[in-house]
């Protein structure tokens, strides 16, 4: 039986995506791309309360990033994650039209570079929340890029954005980490990831002969 680290070296601990990969993660954007449609709807009811309220609930837009890497762990699912989700949107008839694919490919963007920052190594709360605070910035950018924020003085503009940074790590990256750790315990995302050098090593271990 090869070792561990045999295995490894031989290839055998893949890092490249899957088919199986690609469909579960295509699988989790279409359920948040549909919970991103409906989203809306919530999102308005916190519109009339304060000044740019409803920013406090945009970090949802950011969640299939974020979740679709804590079950997959590989790179490449997040930014497909959110491209997808946006897909879903489209389709739907949003009222944004081609830009939601180009604030899918930003969002996306901004959470992938956070995880290969870390080399995908990095799982904890605190790396999926500067994720999903990453893809608030990226949709910054694209707000700043199309001119939406124009009339925007600047004390307005820094309350908006934080409002929707702090958003972006609670909604997208702690909630989706709490709900990844949920899925965890009911033995599922263990049917998603690949088997890592620890597990051949386990499996060389004449303990469990």
């Known amino acids: 039986m090869q070792s561990g680290v045999e295995a490894k070296k031989n290839g055998n601990v893949r890092r490249g995506l899957r088919l199986s990969d690609i469909l579960v993660t295509v699988l989790v954007s279409l359920v948040l791309g549909v919970v991103y449609h ?3 709807s919530v999102y308005s009811l916190f519109k009339p309360l304060f000044f740019e309220a409803d920013e406090m609930l945009y970090g949802m837009w950011f969640a299939a990033a974020p979740l679709a890497f804590l079950l997959i762990r590989k790179p490449g699912v997040a930014l497909i994650a959110e491209l997808a989700a946006a897909h879903v949107e489209v389709l739907f008839g949003s009222g944004w039209g081609l830009n939601l694919l180009l604030y899918g ?5 901004g959470a992938e ?5 870390f080399r995908y190594r990095k799982h904890a709360a605190w790396t999926v929340a500067l994720a999903g605070a990453a893809s608030a910035i990226g949709s910054m950018v694209m707000d700043f ?12 503009f820094v309350a908006k954005y934080s409002m929707r940074v702090a958003s972006g790590a609670l909604i997208a990256g702690l909630l989706m980490f709490a709900l990844a750790k949920a899925l965890e315990r009911t033995g599922v995302t263990s049917l998603l990831r690949p ?6 090593e386990a499996l060389d271990d004449p303990r469990h002969v």
């Open 195 to 200: 088997a890592s050098a620890k597990d051949y």
């Open 145 to 156: 890029y199309l001119a939406y924020t124009d009339n925007y003085v600047w004390w307005m």
């Open 113 to 117: 570079l956070v995880f290969a920052a």
């Open 105 to 109: 490919i930003i969002q996306g963007l």
């Open 38 to 40: 409906f989203w809306g």
